[in-house]
């Protein structure tokens, strides 16, 4: 369908959950089912939490995030952020505004390497650069592009930004 068509419909248990052009439900998803329903290598799904000091932590780091676009007021209690593969940046070296995590697989493929990380008990899969030299429980270090992250209810599973 993201191939094929202008615009697609995406259905779930016979109720229309996303109508519009491949691209816009591939990076603006109305729900977390759309996200995960589109994208291979699918699409990073973290739970969120907000901080002592009022900052969104995800994978147990703060977010700086741009309150002018996403408000504290404005976010439901219970928040997920989801983020595409392409859109989280490996390093085999520690840096700042780098997290952490413990490679369980890299998958070289030619022409880039799908690496899959634990952190803080979750997976992050990324795709990152042909060669990628992570080994197998070795540490990698990774950031997220803070513009490309989406924001879902963690009750309903609706996006908002």
Same mark, same amino acid.
């Given at each position: 369908?993201? =191939?094929?068509?202008?615009?697609? $419909?995406?259905?779930? @248990? ?9 691209? @816009?439900?591939? &990076? ?6 759309? /996200? ?18 009022? =900052?969104? *932590?995800?994978?147990?780091? /703060?977010?700086?995030?741009? &309150? ?5 007021? $404005?976010?439901p209690?219970?928040? %997920?952020?989801?983020? *595409? ?6 390093? %085999? ?8 995590? *413990?490679?369980?697989? /890299?998958?070289?493929?030619?022409? %880039? =390497? ?5 952190? %803080? ?5 990324? &795709? /990152?650069? $042909?060669?990628? #030299?992570? *080994?197998?429980? #070795?540490p ?7 513009? &490309? ?6 009750? =309903? ?5």
């Open positions: 369908a993201m =191939t094929l068509g202008d615009r697609i $419909a995406l259905l779930r @248990d016979g109720s229309i959950e996303q109508v519009g052009p491949p691209l @816009d439900l591939y &990076r603006r998803p109305a729900s977390r089912f759309v /996200a995960t329903f589109l994208g291979s290598p699918p699409i990073n799904i973290w739970p969120a939490g907000f901080g002592p000091e009022g =900052t969104l *932590r995800v994978l147990g780091v /703060a977010q700086d995030l741009d &309150r002018s676009r996403r408000g504290a007021s $404005a976010m209690p219970k928040v %997920e952020v989801g983020v *595409r593969p392409e859109d989280v940046t490996v390093s %085999e070296h520690p840096g700042p505004g780098l997290t952490e995590g *413990r490679v369980l697989l /890299a998958e070289p493929l030619g022409n %880039e =390497t799908i690496v899959t990380l634990l952190s %803080e008990g979750h997976r992050v899969v990324a &795709r /990152a650069p $042909a060669g990628f #030299g992570a *080994r197998s429980e #070795g990698v270090f990774f950031s997220v592009s803070a513009e &490309r992250v989406l924001f879902f209810d963690g009750e =309903t599973g609706r996006r908002f930004d």
